[in-house]
């Protein structure tokens, strides 16, 4: 197996995981690659004989990878898709944060999960992205501009609302008054979105979720689109900046920019151990079964 590891912090709670992680690819004689600066970071933290192959960027990495692995929470998955990118390598995440809706693998697990991934007990599931354009164009967007969850609006340096003009397939559909306007993947749907009220998305529906982020008007409700649907956006407020975010990356735009939003041309594959579905996890981590009328 040829592996790709990935962590954007380690810590001593980390330690053990990432030593477990590095031994149980090493007994499989995995040929291991980590990022450059996550080794920087796990070489001053504990000694290790073994000089790793390392990536850099994007352009480091190709089909002959058969896997990502994560270490760290949702967040840091997030942030592996500026690596992946359209690659087609699917990724794992060993979740040692908090909630772990994408990184599924329990940090007590992690031998067991490499077992699986070397006898292909697994499945690839594909999750849409959202791809943007603006015009004038954003430098801060130039090298990547897509993201995995969710593409949000939002008040900047004000406290007063903005106002966000939004226009599906060149038609007008209404004026936001909110604080901002998120545009959500159904990936993104159990996270910011979630917390705004939207809905919960199977992430193989091809939808998209229009959320507004505490609406004035208090009939704005999140809105379900189909995922062919182009998008497009103008934001005004008192101020003339605000804030342009995809996933954990944030630009800064003015009144004059219009947003384009739509499916990106690529998907990123996400690998699914059996026994950790979409609906099981829906049920651990939202406590779904934890009902006492269930039991």
Same mark, same amino acid.
């Given at each position: 197996?040829?592996?790709?590891?990935?962590?954007?912090?380690?810590?001593?709670?980390?330690?053990?995981?990432?030593?477990?992680?590095?031994?149980?690819?090493?007994?499989? %004689?995995?040929?291991?690659?980590?990022?450059?600066?996550?080794?920087? @970071? $796990?070489? *001053? #933290?504990?000694?290790?004989?073994?000089? =790793?192959?390392?990536?850099?960027?994007?352009?480091?990495?190709?089909?002959?990878?058969?896997?990502?692995?994560?270490?760290?929470?949702?967040?840091?998955?997030?942030?592996?898709?500026?690596?992946?990118?359209?690659?087609?390598?699917?990724?794992?995440?060993?979740?040692?944060?908090?909630?772990?809706?994408?990184?599924?693998?329990?940090?007590?697990?992690?031998?067991?999960?490499?077992?699986?991934?070397?006898?292909?007990?697994?499945?690839?599931?594909?999750?849409?992205?959202?791809?943007?354009?603006?015009?004038?164009?954003?430098?801060?967007?130039?090298?990547?501009?897509?993201?995995?969850?969710?593409?949000?609006?939002?008040?900047?340096?004000?406290?007063?609302?903005?106002?966000?003009?939004?226009?599906? %397939?060149?038609?007008?559909?209404?004026?936001?008054?909110?604080?901002? @306007? $998120?545009? *959500? #993947?159904?990936?993104?749907?159990?996270? =910011?979105?979630?917390?705004?009220?939207?809905?919960?998305?199977?992430?193989?529906?091809?939808?998209?979720?229009?959320?507004?982020?505490?609406?004035?008007?208090?009939?704005?409700?999140?809105?379900?689109?189909?995922?062919?649907?182009?998008?497009?956006?103008?934001?005004?407020?008192?101020?003339?900046?605000?804030?342009?975010?995809?996933?954990?990356?944030?630009?800064?735009?003015?009144?004059?920019?219009?947003?384009?939003?739509?499916?990106?041309?690529?998907?990123?594959?996400?690998?699914?151990?059996?026994?950790?579905?979409?609906?099981?996890?829906?049920?651990?981590?939202?406590?779904?079964?934890?009902?006492?009328?269930?039991?």
């Amino acid at each position: 197996m040829k592996i790709a590891i990935y962590g954007h912090y380690f810590n001593q709670d980390a330690q053990q995981y990432v030593e477990d992680l590095l031994n149980a690819l090493n007994k499989k %004689n995995a040929s291991i690659y980590i990022e450059e600066r996550f080794l920087e @970071l $796990i070489k *001053s #933290t504990f000694k290790t004989d073994v000089n =790793y192959n390392t990536f850099s960027n994007y352009k480091d990495l190709n089909d002959s990878f058969d896997c990502m692995f994560t270490v760290g929470g949702d967040g840091t998955i997030l942030r592996s898709i500026t690596y992946l990118r359209d690659s087609n390598i699917p990724v794992i995440g060993v979740n040692i944060g908090r909630l772990g809706f994408l990184a599924t693998v329990n940090k007590e697990r992690i031998s067991e999960a490499v077992d699986n991934l070397q006898n292909k007990n697994y499945a690839v599931k594909e999750r849409t992205l959202l791809m943007i354009n603006t015009e004038p164009k954003i430098e801060e967007l130039e090298d990547f501009n897509f993201a995995l969850n969710e593409i949000t609006l939002s008040r900047k340096d004000t406290a007063s609302m903005i106002t966000v003009e939004t226009y599906l %397939n060149n038609e007008y559909l209404t004026s936001y008054w909110a604080d901002g @306007l $998120i545009t *959500s #993947t159904p990936t993104g749907s159990t996270g =910011y979105s979630l917390s705004c009220g939207g809905p919960v998305i199977s992430p193989q529906a091809k939808s998209f979720v229009l959320n507004p982020i505490a609406p004035h008007n208090l009939n704005a409700r999140p809105l379900v689109i189909p995922d062919d649907t182009e998008i497009k956006m103008r934001v005004s407020g008192r101020e003339n900046e605000f804030f342009l975010s995809l996933d954990s990356r944030i630009a800064t735009i003015n009144n004059q920019t219009t947003i384009y939003i739509k499916k990106a041309p690529f998907t990123i594959k996400m690998i699914e151990l059996n026994d950790h579905t979409f609906i099981q996890t829906l049920r651990k981590k939202l406590l779904w079964g934890e009902d006492t009328r269930n039991k």
